[in-house]
């Protein structure tokens, strides 16, 4: 047998290139989660842009989203992740590689009944998620209302069985419409998240933003909430992005947009390529000029 010795280099006395991982929090998790947080978050900005739309869920097709089949897919190649059920995925999305894929595997009781105490239950099992190769389970928490230890106990065993399988947990603060929307209750509800196993958070933007941000150790992407005006909501992206946060997870700011295109493609401007709400806007504007 030939002797190899001085033909390869292993490098033994270089420094490996990278020694954590780009994404917040996830520096010590294992290979195949932090492959699938590499579907989700941009290596240039360490942020993402998810489009949501699973709104269906808990409010029928009442939201713009009546054809998802006609409403999503063209909007695909402007976002890093879609978040959606299972069943509209199935029913309505291409399998494509591209975006990565964040399903929502938990139900909630609907807006008819609007019940904070249910705090609802698994909609899709682990089996499930692999087998539509999710790079992300989303699961709804209710901090601070009567479904908060039964949607923090669904969030622990979710966040544990994907760990065992390399799938992030992503877990969303919801908030009903008479809670405070402020820092101390964001403060709370994005740490008690992370705490209990997500992997990333969703949130909303508040005044002291950034404190909510620095005390979660795990990445916080901002939901849109209901639609604005384009610059106003292209300004809140701005100063959540300024403030810290690594990404939104948007819905009806986007596809209730005149023009979804123009507004998913600024908000990445946004949450990319460091680009004022002012400038942003004006990508927004000449793509709905078009
Ligand atoms: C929240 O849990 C909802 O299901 C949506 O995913 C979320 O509200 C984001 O959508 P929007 O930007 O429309 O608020």
Redesign the pocket.
């Known amino acids: 047998m030939a002797d190899n010795k001085g033909v390869h280099d292993f490098h033994v006395n270089t420094k490996e290139a990278a020694q954590g991982f780009y994404v917040k929090g996830a520096a010590h998790l294992d290979w195949g989660m932090q492959r699938r947080l590499g579907h989700m978050f941009q290596p240039k900005s360490g942020n993402t842009v998810m489009l949501?739309?699973?709104?269906g869920?808990?409010m029928g097709p009442t939201?713009w989203l009546e054809r998802i089949d006609l409403v999503i897919p063209p909007l695909m190649p402007y976002v890093d992740v879609l978040?959606g059920t299972p069943s509209i995925f199935r029913a309505d999305i291409p399998p494509e590689e591209r975006p990565g894929l964040c399903l929502?595997i938990t139900y909630d009781s609907t807006v008819l009944n609007d019940d904070l105490s249910c705090g609802g239950g698994i909609a899709c099992d682990i089996e499930s998620a692999i087998r539509m190769d999710a790079d992300c389970m989303a699961v709804?928490c209710f901090i601070g209302a009567p479904g908060e230890s039964r949607s923090l106990e669904l969030l622990a065993r979710t966040a544990n069985v994907g760990l065992k399988y390399g799938i992030p947990t992503l877990g969303?603060t919801?908030v009903g419409k008479d809670m405070v929307h402020d820092e101390k209750y964001f403060l709370l509800a994005t740490r008690v998240l992370a705490e209990n196993g997500a992997n990333i958070v969703?949130s909303y933007y508040c005044d002291g933003f950034e404190r909510v941000v620095s005390a979660c150790p795990v990445p916080i992407v901002i939901?849109?909430?209901?639609k604005l005006p384009e610059l106003d909501a292209l300004e809140m992206a701005y100063r959540a992005i300024n403030d810290g946060a690594h990404g939104?997870?948007?819905?009806?700011?986007?596809f209730q947009s005149d023009c979804p295109a123009g507004m998913a493609q600024a908000i990445g401007k946004v949450v990319h390529d460091g680009y004022t709400a002012a400038q942003a806007y004006e990508v927004y504007e000449e793509v709905r000029n078009r």
Do not use: E, L
Request: charged share 25%.
């Open positions: 949501a739309f699973d709104h869920y808990i939201t978040m929502r709804q969303v919801a969703k939901a849109g909430g209901k939104v997870d948007m819905g009806r700011n986007i």
